[in-house]
Nanobody, 123 residues
Framework: QVQLVESGGGLVQAGGSLRLSCAAS????????MGWFRQAPGKEREFVAT????????GYADSVKGRFTISRDNQKNTVYLQMNSLKPEDTAVYYC????????????????WGQGTQVTVSS
């Protein structure tokens, strides 16, 4: 069974940075695409960023492009999300998930959604 554990969230002031990590277990993900998603209170879960199995291809939501960077370490079965120039509207619970093909979307992610990690950006 696929297990995904997100970490690295916290409270940060606008303009600050955070680095999220997602550790995957239950199988080897080195041949799978992965993605980051977020859900703000009262809103639907939305796509943030995705990365191909080998890290060559990456994609971002327009709202985070130029500020967030997704990366992965296949030896550690871990995917990262570096978040810079954070804004209050980035406040949400952030989740990772895995997909068989790139890009990974909310619809194509096949792992069980974990508890996520809370990111709160104060103005």
């Amino acid at each position: 069974q696929v297990q995904l554990v997100e970490s690295g969230g916290g409270l940060v002031q606008a303009g600050g940075s955070l680095r999220l990590s997602c550790a995957a277990s239950g199988r080897t993900f080195s041949s799978d695409a992965m993605g980051w998603f977020r859900q703000a209170p009262g809103k639907e879960r939305e796509f943030v960023a995705t990365i191909s199995w080998n890290g060559v291809a990456t994609g971002y939501a327009d709202s985070v492009k130029g500020r967030f960077t997704i990366s992965r370490d296949n030896q550690k079965n871990t995917v990262y999300l570096q978040m810079n120039s954070l804004k209050p509207e980035d406040t949400a619970v952030y989740y990772c998930n895995v997909g068989r093909t790139y890009p990974v979307t909310v619809a194509t992610a096949f792992g069980s959604w974990g508890q996520g990690t809370q990111v709160t950006v104060s103005s």
